[in-house]
């Protein structure tokens, strides 16, 4: 889906982007001052956004509202929480990439009512207004995360050890060795409470802290996305979140989901980022809107796969979205008035 052509964001902050994944920005998020009163963070919460990498908003959306996409996830996959037996179901693999997904608990779900409810929330979008301060906002459109104890079908040992490259427990977003990093945000939404023996996210905040110092001391042919680093200086540390907290992290902040190593409990978590949006990218805008509306799985990224036995667009209407929503996805320009815009037409795309 990306193209080499850069769209520019219609916010007043200039932010560039070929695929809506990462962004060029005249200042890095980090050192970003804001133009716009904060929203959702505190003072210090965005202080501590800038200084470690990270932020939690505590109940973005209900816990209520979390434990129905907790719920769903487990009646999505056909596991039933209360039979640790059925939470390892045997089942063909379509690709290493299929078993790897497996292993770490991905949902393949993508636009069930349930997490378009979550992506239109006004207080989870106020949260990436704050740290982009940025209103002209795209959302992902991701999945879920149900990640059972690692062990028979869904033990990390069915996955190749490598010593370089993509590390599930640690690893950065963007090449950190190039001169100028591209910007990213991602963001969780925890639909269980945090365990340490569960695992889940974790994060190298000190790192972040120090990232540009400690890359100047750096061998040159260094790992780009992984660090090599002492946990015993940089330690890794796992937030602590209850059903419904949101929290956002830079993609220059190291971080990766640990292992569950309990005996029978379950971390539960949705995937979900904002970002400037590209109303230029026609392509990509109409991809976005199919998407939705076919329930088709996005094309965005070649992780992606959708459910292998029965495709969600064979059990669910489409969503319906609020005026946010409709803005969110692309279907509705941020340069108009939703009653001046209409679903499929092209006027959306224009306003960069």
Same mark, same amino acid.
């Given at each position: 889906m990306s193209q080499d052509f850069l769209h520019r964001s219609p916010s007043d902050i200039p932010y560039f982007s070929a695929n809506a994944e990462t962004y060029l920005a005249q200042t890095p998020l980090r050192d970003l001052t804001k133009s716009r009163p904060l929203r959702v963070l !505190?003072?210090?919460?965005?202080?501590?956004?800038?200084t470690y990498g990270y932020v939690v908003v505590r109940e973005a959306i209900s816990p209520a509202a979390a434990r129905e996409l907790l719920d769903f996830a487990w009646d999505f996959q056909g596991l039933d929480p209360g039979r640790p037996e059925t939470w390892y179901p045997q089942r063909e693999y379509r690709s290493d990439l299929d078993r790897d997904l497996h292993v770490y608990g991905f949902v393949e779900a993508y636009h069930h009512q349930l997490l378009w409810d979550s992506r239109q !929330?006004?207080?989870?979008?106020?949260?990436?207004?704050?740290?982009?301060?940025?209103e002209e906002l795209w959302v992902s459109l991701d999945r879920l995360n149900l990640n059972p104890p690692n062990v028979g079908n869904r033990d990390r040992a069915l996955i190749p050890h490598t010593d370089t490259g993509f590390d599930i427990e640690l690893h950065w977003d963007v090449d950190t060795t190039l001169s100028v990093p591209p910007q990213r945000v991602q963001g969780i939404i925890a639909l269980t409470q945090t365990r340490p023996e569960l695992g889940g996210f974790q994060c190298a905040p000190e790192l972040f802290r120090v990232l540009e110092r400690w890359k100047a001391?750096?061998?040159?042919?260094?790992?780009?996305?992984?660090?090599?680093?002492?946990?015993?200086?940089?330690?890794?540390?796992?937030?602590q979140l209850n059903p419904g907290d949101l929290l956002i992290f830079n993609g220059l902040l190291a971080h990766g989901v640990g292992p569950n190593v309990s005996e029978n409990g379950v971390r539960a978590a949705q995937y979900l980022a904002m970002m400037p949006a590209l109303e230029s990218h026609e392509r990509l805008r109409r991809s976005r809107i199919d998407s939705w509306r076919e329930l088709s799985t996005p094309d965005w990224n070649a992780t992606l796969l959708g459910d292998a036995i029965r495709h969600e667009s064979l059990r669910y209407p489409a969503a319906t979205l609020n005026p946010l929503g409709r803005r969110l996805l692309g279907l509705d320009s941020w340069g108009v008035t939703t009653s001046e815009s209409t679903i499929g037409e092209p006027a959306c795309a224009g306003s960069a």
């Open positions: !505190s003072e210090e919460d965005f202080a501590h956004w800038q !929330s006004q207080r989870v979008y106020d949260a990436f207004v704050d740290v982009w301060d940025c001391l750096q061998p040159a042919d260094r790992d780009p996305i992984r660090p090599d680093v002492d946990r015993a200086v940089f330690p890794v540390v796992q937030p």
